[in-house]
């Protein structure tokens, strides 16, 4: 895994307006595997959703809450979108949104730390296999893996249609 040194503010681009499903842009993964990033005080919305055996119930619910919440704040970076979700337990996850200002009516929260991303493609169910592999990622890299998030770059309906499925793993080292 090649390494690259950025600052928060220079997340890999997305060009949020190749999305013609009218849903999920198209993701390219490009520049987003092997990074290392440092986030100091990262602006984010926090939302939690339920779920039966980590299989998500709301999610469609709160991500279109939260996502309309952001929009009508002009809350979100055109260019840098970013969502880090993380199953609590097997009936519970959150999410993190990146944001640029407040949002009325939901949790802000901030985030700092140091963060390694590997790109990974295929099904939701490898999930646990990618955390495992982004606990390892940070052994290699001589750090401790605290918390590991997942960046779903897309919904399962967007992911059929593109043909990919591309998830950036995020651990906290």
Known sequence: MEHV????SELPRMDMTDAPTGCCPRFDPEGWDGLRLHFEDK?????????????????GAVFTRV?????????????RYLVLSRDLSATEAEHYFA?????PEEELVTMSGDF??????GSYGHAKEWVHEMEVAATAAGKSGKRVF??????PKCAREYGKNYVVGFVEV
């Open 67 to 79: 996502q309309s919440r952001i929009e009508d704040a002009g809350a979100q970076d055109p260019h």
């Open 99 to 103: 944001v640029t200002k407040d949002v």
């Open 116 to 121: 390694l991303t590997r790109v990974f493609e």
């Open 43 to 59: 602006l984010f919305v926090r939302a939690t959703t339920r779920g039966i055996m980590h299989v998500p119930l709301n999610m």
């Open 150 to 155: 997942m960046f779903y770059t897309t919904c």
């Open 5 to 8: 040194e950025l600052d928060v």
